[in-house]
Every structure is written in structure tokens, then in C-alpha cells.
């Protein structure tokens, strides 16, 4: 039916406008939140770091796999998010999967929002399955309703008192665009006496001051044990890093199998985060841009009549509620222009179907305009507006 809304190939990018199948289209996808992809430093960086050090590393952090650029980047990034050390892995995803099994062991608990990220729940099931596998079972993943602190705290309460907690979630949620209640989470913790792991994949660069993050945003920095987030949305590149106390972190530099097992990012990836945080900490306007792309976006949508989220990130859902018509809008608005992304079970919970946007600080007005005249007319003419 010609509605297959994946794995259409990209010929072309400029960040804001794209080329698919021969045609440019405005791109309202992207995690490229301060559109740095398309910056001439941070492809210049790339471009330096990999005739200077070729295109891949070879070998894992622990052996052949450090430079001096992995080095540099940890620090400054420990620096910029106000914590003693870093730790880069290879992407976001392996991230979770270095953290979570590697700190939650026998006799511990991971506590877990139900939305969080795929890479949080692969975590999980590690942690839950070397349990079985080492024989013991002990370890446990419990999860609690999706951002409500009250159910955090009824089923952190029923635990051991005494057995080691790691409440873990999204800073900014992936596909809803929401912001975590961290203030509530920290009561919880103080009171139970649990850690915080928090994903900042969509929160650093977006929110927080300077783009410091969820834990900024909410002036936690120090009540927020743990900062994951990855190199593949505002750093413009690919590879992903964990923030916390020195201590912790050289425990999972020593034992994280993700890490151990794994190639290092290549030194373009690296020398194009650096470029980036650079640009982050310089010119943080660009985050203001972003916010007022954003922003303008989930007003318009609300105003046409379209259900949308009332968080103030950079991803603007455009809730359906119906997987059909999910990818009947979606080729409607790819054919008049616009790529966004079709989000459907089991991606997202039932009713919660949607054409997910995102926005980076690049978009122009010509280029918002467009996308909201295009929503509007696809809207009516399906009949999902009235
Ligand atoms: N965490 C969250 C919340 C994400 O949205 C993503 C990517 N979609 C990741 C982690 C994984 O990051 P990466 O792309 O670097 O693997």
C-alpha cells in the first residue's frame, strides 16, 4: 500500500531540508537538536582527527583503543555536567547495557519508569538475566508506572530495607517528550535510600542551564548519582557517555562487559562530540532558538486542534491514536513534503500512536511554516482535524 514509513534511504542532508527518493523534504525527525551535523567546525573536526589518526580505533578502550581524544572528551564532559569523571562507550544504546547489569548485582534492584528507553529495558533484562544465569535469581527489576513518583515510592517501600536500589529513567522521554519529575524521584531516593541513574540522551544540549541537563533543569545536580546520554542527537555524531562519581566510574571502566568488549568510537566521532560540546558552551543561544522552534511548533499544532504534549523539550508528538492512520498521515505528509517519524505499538503504549516531530535549532520559519500548513491540510483532508 506503499505506507512502509522505515528505512527510507537519505541521499542527502543539509540538517533542516533532506533529500529521500530524489526529493528534498523538510525534515521534522531528526535528534539533531542544534542541527551541528551540517556545522562546518564539527565536520572539519571529523575530517582533522581522521587524518590524523585514521578512521577506526581497532581495539577496546582497555587495550589499543584510547587516544588522547576519548581522554579529552571524558574530561570535558565531566567538567561541563559537574561531576568528577566520565566514561565514553561506543553508543547510547550499550550505555544502559554497561551501567545497569555491571552496578545492580545479587541481592540488588533496578527500579524502572515503563516507558523508559529500549536500551534501559535491554539493561534490565540483563541485570534480570544473569541472576538466573549465575543460579541465585536475587537480583530484581521492578518497574513503577510511567512518571509517577507515588507508585516509585509504593513499590520502592515494598524492597529489603537494607538490599542496594538503582532507580533508573529517561531525563527527557523519547517518544512523548516529557520531562521526568525528578524532585519527586529524589524524595524517594533520600527516603529509601536509592541511587539515580537518569538518561539525558534528549535533555543535554536541550535543557537545563546551558544545556546542562535534566538534573540542571531541576538544580539536582548533586542528588543525581549517575548521567547517561549518547553522541547521536545534540553532539552530532555517534557514541555515548556516563557521568558520575570517580569512584563508580572506575569501577565500570574496570567492569562493564560493554565497554571491555567493545571497539571504541572512531576518532571522527570523537573529535566531532568535542567540536560540538565546544559549540554547546559557546554559543548557547542556539539552545534558545531551539526552545522557540519547539515551542512554536506545539503551539501551532494545538491551536489547529492536534493533540500534542505539554513538555517543554525539543520532541513535539503528534498524537493519533491509530496505528492505520498513523501511516496513512505519515505518507500523506511525506508525499507533500515533510519526513517525521511513525511511531506505533510496540514502539508505544495502545493510544499513544503517533507522529513523533522533533525540532532543531536550525529550522527557519519558512521551514515551520511549511511544516504546520502541511499538518493542517493532511489533518483535514483525512479527517483527523474537524
Ligand atoms: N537513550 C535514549 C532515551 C534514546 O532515545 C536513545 C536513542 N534513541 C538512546 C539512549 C540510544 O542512544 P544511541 O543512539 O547513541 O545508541
New binding site residues.
Given amino acids: 500500500m506503499g505506507l512502509y514509513p522505515y528505512f527510507h534511504p537519505i541521499e542527502e542532508s543539509e540538517g533542516p531540508v533532506v533529500r529521500i527518493g530524489g526529493r528534498k523534504v523538510i525534515m521534522a525527525g531528526s535528534?539533531n537538536y542544534l542541527g551541528l551535523t551540517a556545522d562546518p567546525r564539527v565536520q572539519e573536526a571529523a575530517i582533522k582527527a581522521t587524518e590524523k589518526y585514521g578512521t577506526g580505533c581497532s581495539g577496546s578502550r582497555y587495550l589499543t583503543g584510547t587516544l588522547d581524544l576519548h581522554v579529552q572528551l571524558e574530561a570535558r564532559l565531566a567538567k561541563f555536567l559537574g561531576k568528577e569523571d566520565c566514561l565514553l562507550y561506543s553508543?547510547?544504546?550499550?550505555?544502559?547495557q554497561g551501567i545497569i547489569p555491571t552496578l545492580v548485582q545479587r541481592g540488588e534492584y533496578v527500579v524502572s519508569d515503563k516507558d523508559?528507553?529500549?536500551?534501559?529495558v535491554a539493561g534490565n533484562l540483563m541485570a534480570a538475566g544473569a541472576a538466573s544465569y549465575v543460579g541465585d535469581g536475587q537480583q530484581g527489576v521492578v518497574r513503577y508506572k510511567h512518571n509517577d513518583m507515588k507508585h516509585l515510592e509504593v513499590v520502592v517501600s515494598k524492597l529489603p530495607v537494607d538490599a542496594p536500589k538503582l532507580i533508573v529513567s529517561?531525563?527527557?522521554?523519547?517518544t512523548s517528550g516529557e520531562i521526568v519529575d525528578l524532585p519527586n524521584m529524589v524524595r524517594v531516593a533520600r527516603k529509601y535510600n536509592a541511587r539515580i541513574l537518569v538518561?539525558?540522551?534528549?535533555a543535554v544540549g536541550v535543557i537545563g542551564k546551558g544545556g546542562r541537563g535534566t538534573a540542571s533543569h531541576h538544580g539536582l545536580e548533586k542528588e543525581t548519582d549517575l548521567t547517561?546520554?549518547?553522541?547521536?542527537?545534540t553532539f552530532a555524531s555517534?557514541?555515548?557517555f556516563v557521568v558520575g562519581d570517580r569512584a563508580v566510574i572506575n569501577y565500570l571502566k574496570h567492569q562493564a562487559p560493554a565497554l571491555i568488549f567493545s571497539a571504541s568510537p572512531t576518532p571522527a566521532s570523537v573529535a566531532a562530540a568535542l567540536a560540538a560540546l565546544d559549540i554547546l558552551e559557546k554559543e548557547p543561544e542556539r539552545i534558545d532558538r531551539l526552545m522557540r522552534n519547539a515551542r512554536k511548533m506545539r503551539e501551532g499544532f494545538k491551536k489547529m486542534g492536534f493533540r500534542v504534549n505539554e513538555h517543554d523539550s525539543a520532541v513535539v508528538p503528534v498524537i493519533i491514536g491509530d496505528t492505520e492512520k498513523v501511516l496513512v498521515m505519515w505518507r500523506h505528509l511525506f508525499d507533500a513534503g515533510v519526513f517525521v517519524n511513525a511511531f506505533i505499538r510496540p514502539g508505544v503504549p495502545p493510544g499513544m500512536e503517533m507522529l513523533r516531530t522533533s525540532y532543531m535549532a536550525t529550522h527557519e520559519d519558512e521551514h515551520l511554516d511549511k511544516i504546520l500548513s502541511i499538518f493542517f491540510d493532511v489533518g483535514k483532508k483525512l479527517q483527523i482535524l474537524d
Avoid at 538518561?199 to 534528549?202: G, I, L, V
Avoid at 547517561?228 to 542527537?233: A, H, L, Q, R
Wanted: overall charge negative.
Fill in positions: 535528534n553508543t547510547g544504546y550499550q550505555t544502559a523508559n528507553h529500549a536500551c534501559i529517561d531525563g527527557v522521554f523519547s538518561d539525558d540522551a534528549h547517561m546520554g549518547t553522541f547521536s542527537k555517534l557514541g555515548g
